[in-house]
């Protein structure tokens, strides 16, 4: 076991966390801002920034540098660095390059992928995987970075569907005629959802939002969205802030109704999501056939597990037959690095501050947040729900 640090204990070095370049193809966004950079020394932290790792996000080397960093290649970086921060996963190749005893912090997404988990546990290295929090925790919501990309990619694909509509959003009167304002579904009242439902009414369109939970009917009425209502498939309120899964009757129930739906709307966005597992199917290609040419579906659920819209690819726009724009977007907070970064760099240095202490990193099971978030530590897959993902199931001698 590691040894946990005593409180009031001068430590004898400084920790030193590092962010590096994210080598994702079209990830723009950085882990650390340069407005971070002082609270994290003020807790004792020496900070390191991999040369060139906030350019695309629209921070230089020189602004990390006035704000009390040391930026150094990619090789001193994780050399010296205790923790590693990053904004997505790590390739196979990059997590082989992890030492024994180093931490690394991210979205690294271990339900979809428990093979990294494995291979850094068997590293010693500790995982933390902030999408794994806990949202129900009041004081985790600093750490929320699920919640905090949300909101980047509920606005954004509110611009992106204006964008791709032929058409005003809102209803304008000239000396050429008069355009009706477009009809906008949003489907999911998380916090993507509801910052797209906003996002839209402020662009003038007239939206109606839709979620399974029934109890997010006055969060959906609140950002000016009419609510849908349909024929009750059961309490879908899940643990964690999240909606739980539907059995296959709800969900056949609801696409029928949706189905039905789906035709009068000029844009669809889609934000269902299941962490770890297939995201569930909204828009199906029946519905798709019923509607105007011209229209268009933002499905946020693209991924490569499948998406809330059937025929869906993640980071492609697909045009059907019959004239339906159909877009893809698995990442949108990419498109929007700078913003997106700032709000996940106070996410990293919000759980930073609630694990250091003493220049020291106190990694407590215990603790209900860590115990979320944690996902590898002292050379063991210690997350339950992903433990159970990598550890074949026992074999019995003698079983026919």
Not at 192 to 197: N, P, S, T, Y
Not at 301 to 330: Q, W
Not at 333 to 351: E, I, K
Request: without cysteine; aromatic residues 4%.
């Amino acid at each position: 076991m590691s040894e946990i640090p005593q409180r009031g204990a001068a430590p004898a070095t400084r920790l030193t966390v590092a962010a590096i370049k994210e080598t994702a193809p079209g990830e723009r966004r950085v882990a650390l801002t340069p407005d971070t950079v002082a609270r994290l020394q003020q807790a004792g932290l020496d900070v390191l920034v991999q040369a060139g790792a906030g350019i695309a996000a629209g921070f230089s080397d020189s602004d990390y540098v006035g704000a009390g960093a040391s930026v150094v290649p990619l090789d001193e970086a994780m050399a010296r660095a205790d923790v590693i921060l990053t904004v997505g996963t790590f390739s196979a190749e990059r997590a082989r390059r992890l030492r024994a005893g180093q931490t690394t912090i991210g979205m690294f997404r271990p339900l979809a992928a428990p093979q990294l988990a494995q291979q850094l546990a068997d590293q010693n290295v500790t995982m933390i995987s902030l999408d794994g929090l806990t949202r129900t925790i009041s004081r985790a919501q600093s750490m929320d970075a699920l919640s905090s990309q949300a909101n980047v990619a509920g606005y954004k694909a509110a611009l992106v569907a204006a964008n791709a509509f032929g058409r005003f959003f809102p209803m304008l009167i000239t000396a050429a005629g008069t355009s009706k304002p477009a009809d906008v579904l949003v489907i999911g009242a998380g916090v993507a959802g509801l910052q797209a439902m906003g996002t839209a009414h402020r662009l003038g369109a007239v939206v109606t939002g839709y979620d399974v939970r029934a109890e997010t009917r006055a969060e959906i009425e609140s950002v000016s969205a009419r609510y849908l209502e349909l024929d009750a498939v059961g309490a879908a309120a899940g643990q964690g802030g999240y909606a739980r899964a539907l059995t296959s009757e709800e969900q056949t129930v609801q696409q029928e109704e949706l189905n039905a739906h789906v035709a009068r709307f000029d844009v669809v966005i889609t934000t269902a999501q299941v962490p770890g597992r297939r995201p569930p199917l909204l828009v199906t290609a029946a519905a798709l056939a019923t509607m105007r040419a011209g229209s268009v579906l933002v499905d946020l659920g693209a991924s490569t597990l499948g998406g809330n819209v059937e025929g869906s690819v993640p980071g492609e726009t697909i045009v059907t037959e019959n004239g339906v724009t159909v877009i893809g977007a698995d990442n949108l907070p990419a498109q929007m690095p700078t913003a997106a970064s700032v709000a996940f760099s106070h996410n990293v240095a919000a759980l930073l501050l609630h694990i250091v202490h003493d220049a020291a990193l106190l990694i407590d099971l215990a603790d209900e947040i860590q115990a979320g978030v944690v996902i590898t530590h002292d050379g063991e897959v210690v997350h339950p729900v992903v433990r159970e993902t990598v550890t074949p199931a026992p074999v019995l001698v003698g079983a026919r």
